[in-house]
C-alpha cells in the first residue's frame, strides 16, 4: 500500500470537516496564536522578510494566520492534498505549493523557518523528509516541529473514546467505517523526545531543542473530533472553539510545567543545523 497515496486520500476527504472537528477558526486572535506557538518554540522572534516554509499546512492554521499577523515575513504553505489547499487558501494562506514533504520544489538553502505542525507523525518516510527540510534550510535556519503526538496519547486518547462511543451510542455505516479506517490508516507514527533528537541529528541536525506538551487540548480536541463524527447535530452546539483555547491556555501554564513530561500528548520544540 503506497502510505503518501493513503494520506493523499484521506486529508482530500477530511478537509471538509477538518477545521470544524478540530475547533480551528481563521481569525485575529488565532493568527496572534499561531505566531506566539512558533516564535516561543523557535526561541525568537520572526524577522522582517524571513522565508518561512509551512510544510503540510492543511487548512491554513499556521500559513494563513502567520501571514495575517506579519505580512512583512514571506509564508509559504505546501501541502500533499489540493483538498487541504483550497481550504488554506480560503483562509487568506497564500502562496501555496502542492508538494510531498520529502520532495520540495524549493531551491536548497532558501528557507529560514520551517514549521511542520501535526505532519511528521503522517509521512511513511521521517528520515527522507527531515534531509529533504535540512536541504532547503539555510544554514542558520531552523525546523519548528509542533502536535506531533507521542506513544501516550494514543493510550489516554483510546480510553476517552471508548467512553465516548458508548455514551454516544452510535453504530457508523459502511461509509463512515470506511473512512474511520482510512483515518488510522494515514496516522503512522508516534515519538518519543530522544527519537525525534536521534532522527534529527541522522539527517544533520546537530542542535535539538525539543520537549514534550499538552495534555488537555489533545483530549479536548479528540472528544471534538469523535463528537462531530457520531452526533454533529449535538456537537455543533457545543463550544469547542473556546474550551479548547481554554485547555490550550491550561497546557500553557500547568501541564508543561508540572505533569511529567512522560504523561505529556505532543513533541514539540526546533531542530536546527
Ligand atoms: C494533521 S494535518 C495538519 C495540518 C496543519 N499543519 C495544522 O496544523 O492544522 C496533516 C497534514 O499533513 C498533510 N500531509 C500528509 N502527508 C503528507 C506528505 N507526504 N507531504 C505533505 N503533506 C502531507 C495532510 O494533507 C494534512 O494537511
Not at 505580512?71 to 483538498?83: F, H, I, K, R, Y
Not at 474550551?243 to 504523561?263: C, G, H, M, Q
Request: hydrophobic share 45%; net charge neutral; with cysteine.
Amino acid at each position: 500500500m503506497d502510505l503518501v497515496e493513503v494520506n493523499k486520500v484521506f486529508h482530500d476527504h477530511e478537509c471538509d470537516y477538518y477545521d470544524e472537528r478540530f475547533a480551528i477558526v481563521h481569525d485575529a486572535a488565532s493568527a496572534r496564536r499561531a505566531l506566539a506557538e512558533v516564535e516561543g518554540l523557535l526561541g525568537r522572534a520572526l524577522r522582517a522578510g524571513e522565508v518561512v516554509l509551512d510544510a503540510g499546512c492543511g487548512t491554513g492554521w499556521l500559513a494563513a494566520g502567520l501571514r495575517r499577523a506579519r505580512p512583512d515575513v514571506v509564508v509559504v504553505g505546501s501541502d500533499l492534498s489540493a483538498g487541504m489547499l483550497g481550504k488554506a487558501r480560503a483562509a487568506g494562506g497564500w502562496p501555496l505549493i502542492q508538494a510531498d514533504g520529502t520532495r520540495l520544489p524549493v531551491a536548497s538553502g532558501s528557507v529560514d523557518v520551517l514549521v511542520c505542525r501535526g505532519v511528521l507523525h503522517h509521512l511513511p518516510d521521517v528520515p527522507a523528509a527531515l534531509a529533504e527540510w535540512r536541504r532547503v534550510l539555510r544554514e542558520d535556519g531552523a525546523v519548528v516541529l509542533s502536535s506531533e503526538p507521542t506513544t501516550v496519547v494514543e493510550q489516554h486518547g483510546a480510553v476517552l473514546v471508548r467512553l465516548l462511543l458508548r455514551a454516544l451510542h452510535k453504530p457508523l455505516t459502511a461509509e463512515e467505517d470506511f473512512w474511520e479506517v482510512a483515518s488510522m490508516a494515514a496516522n503512522l507514527h508516534t515519538f518519543t523526545v530522544p527519537q525525534v533528537e536521534e532522527l534529527g541529528r541522522a539527517a544533520g541536525f546537530t542542535r535539538p531543542v525539543l520537549r514534550t506538551a499538552d495534555w488537555l487540548s489533545t483530549m479536548v480536541l479528540t472528544a471534538s473530533y469523535v463528537t462531530h463524527g457520531r452526533r454533529p447535530g449535538l456537537a455543533r452546539r457545543l463550544p469547542w472553539r473556546q474550551v479548547e483555547a481554554l485547555a490550550a491556555r491550561w497546557d500553557a501554564l500547568v501541564t508543561d510545567r508540572l505533569l511529567p513530561a512522560s504523561l505529556r500528548h505532543t513533541v514539540v520544540g526546533r531542530l536546527q543545523p
